[in-house]
C-alpha cells in the first residue's frame, strides 16, 4: 500500500488550491479515504472522508463549506479541493486509508487510519 | 464536537509500563468500537498501531495492547524502549456529522 500526496504549496488568505494523493498496491475504488491535517506543533485534525462510492462525504466543521473531497476511481487518486484558504488551515495534509476486518463473529469492522501518505504542507500567509 | 481527551505528557524509565487514556462521551466512544491508536515519531507520518480497541496490526510488539471502558480507551505500553518515544493519539468514530474524532495527542518521553 502507497499513499503519495503533492500540491501543497505557499498560497495567500483568501487562495485556492488542490491537493492530490495517489494511491497504489491495493485496489482503491473499494475503500473509503480520509483526509487528516496537522498544523505544525499541533496534534492531527480529521478534515474530511469519501465512500467509495463518492455518495457518502462527511466534513469537519472548521472546513466545511470550503473544501471539497473527491476522487476519481479510474486514476486511483484522491483529491482535496481548497477554496477561501485561512492562515489557520496552515498544516501538513494527510490522506489516509480507512480500512477493514472481519471478527471472530464475521461481522465487519472498520480500522481508522491503517494506511497515511508522507503528507503535503500547505502555508496561508500574506 | 470536541475532541478526545488525553493527557498532554507522559514520562517513564525503560522497561516500565505506561497507560494513555483517552476519554469521548457517550456519543462517540460510548457508542463505537471503531478507536484507534497512532505512533507518531517527529517529522513522520502517523502509523497505526492498535484499531478496533484492541486489535495489534501485523509488525506491531505486543508490548502495545488497547483497552476500553465505557467512554474511556486506554493504551497500555510494556516494557518500555527508547525507541517508544513519540506522540500518540487516539481516535474514533462517532454518531454526529463530524465523522471522526481525535485526541489531542501524548507525548510520551522515555526517561
Known amino acids: 500500500v502507497q499513499l503519495v500526496e503533492s500540491g501543497g504549496a505557499v498560497v495567500r488568505p483568501g487562495a485556492s488550491l488542490r491537493l492530490s494523493c495517489a494511491a497504489s498496491?491495493?485496489?482503491?475504488?473499494?475503500?473509503?479515504m480520509h483526509w487528516v491535517r496537522q498544523a505544525p506543533g499541533r496534534g492531527l485534525e480529521w478534515v474530511a472522508i469519501?465512500?467509495?462510492?463518492?455518495?457518502?462525504?462527511y466534513y469537519a466543521d472548521s472546513v466545511k463549506g470550503r473544501f471539497t473531497i473527491s476522487r476519481d476511481n479510474s486514476k486511483d487518486t484522491l483529491y482535496l479541493e481548497m477554496n477561501s484558504l485561512r492562515p489557520e488551515d496552515t498544516a501538513t495534509y494527510y490522506c489516509?486509508?480507512?480500512?477493514?476486518?472481519?471478527?471472530?463473529?464475521?461481522?465487519?469492522?472498520?480500522?481508522?487510519?491503517?494506511?497515511w501518505g508522507q503528507g503535503t504542507l500547505v502555508t496561508v500567509s500574506s | 464536537q470536541s475532541a478526545l481527551t488525553q493527557p498532554a505528557s507522559v514520562s517513564e524509565s525503560p522497561g516500565q509500563s505506561i497507560t494513555i487514556s483517552c476519554t469521548g462521551t457517550?456519543?462517540?466512544?460510548?457508542?463505537?468500537?471503531?478507536v484507534s491508536w497512532f505512533q507518531q515519531h517527529p517529522g513522520k507520518a502517523p502509523k497505526l498501531i492498535i484499531y478496533?480497541?484492541?486489535h495489534r496490526p501485523s509488525g506491531v510488539p505486543n508490548r502495545f495492547s488497547g483497552s476500553k471502558s465505557g467512554d474511556t480507551a486506554s493504551l497500555t505500553i510494556s516494557g518500555l524502549l527508547a525507541e517508544d518515544e513519540g506522540d500518540y493519539y487516539c481516535?474514533?468514530?462517532?454518531?454526529?456529522?463530524?465523522?471522526?474524532?481525535f485526541g489531542g495527542g501524548t507525548k510520551l518521553t522515555v526517561l
Open positions: 481516535s474514533a468514530y462517532t454518531a454526529s456529522s463530524t465523522r471522526v474524532l
Open positions: 498496491g491495493f485496489a482503491f475504488s473499494s475503500f473509503p
Open positions: 478496533d480497541v484492541s
Open positions: 469519501i465512500s467509495y462510492g463518492e455518495s457518502d462525504l
Open positions: 457517550s456519543s462517540d466512544l460510548g457508542d463505537y468500537q471503531y
Open positions: 489516509a486509508r480507512e480500512g477493514n476486518f472481519y471478527d471472530t463473529n464475521g461481522y465487519p469492522g472498520v480500522i481508522l487510519f491503517d494506511s
